[in-house]
Nanobody, 123 residues
Framework: QVQLVESGGGLVQAGGSLRLSCAAS????????MGWFRQAPGKEREFVAAISKGGGNTYYPRSVKGRFTISRDNAKNTVYLQMSSLRPEDTAVYYCAARAGGVGDSPSAYDYWGQGTQVTVSS
């Protein structure tokens, strides 16, 4: 089992920045690909970013590429999501997730999930 706890969400104005953190416990953190997803009310859970086990490779959808940066610190068992140039459409609950296999962008591919943290971007 892997336990994941997100933090860092909040209310920010459009154009602002936020940094989300996700602390992991329970297993060897570096054995897992880590991902961030988000879910807005009435919408499906959406892929935001993923990072390989060693941190050398990152993946983003077009909607956030160039604005969001995923990183990890395996010594601290933590993955981060730096979000900048935020837009109202980025408003959602953000979840981190862990996957024992290779990098994926489908929620169904991930084995463990955090409880989520709310990000609200005002216009």
């Amino acid at each position: 089992q892997v336990q994941l706890v997100e933090s860092g969400g909040g209310l920010v104005q459009a154009g602002g920045s936020l940094r989300l953190s996700c602390a992991a416990s329970g297993r060897i953190f570096s054995d897992y690909v880590m991902g961030w997803f988000r879910q807005a009310p009435g919408k499906e859970r959406e892929f935001v970013a993923a990072i390989s086990k060693g941190g050398g490779n990152t993946y983003y959808p077009r909607s956030v590429k160039g604005r969001f940066t995923i990183s990890r610190d395996n010594a601290k068992n933590t993955v981060y999501l730096q979000m900048s140039s935020l837009r109202p459409e980025d408003t959602a609950v953000y979840y981190c997730a862990a996957r024992a296999g290779g990098v994926g962008d489908s929620p169904s591919a991930y084995d463990y999930w955090g409880q989520g943290t709310q990000v609200t971007v005002s216009s």
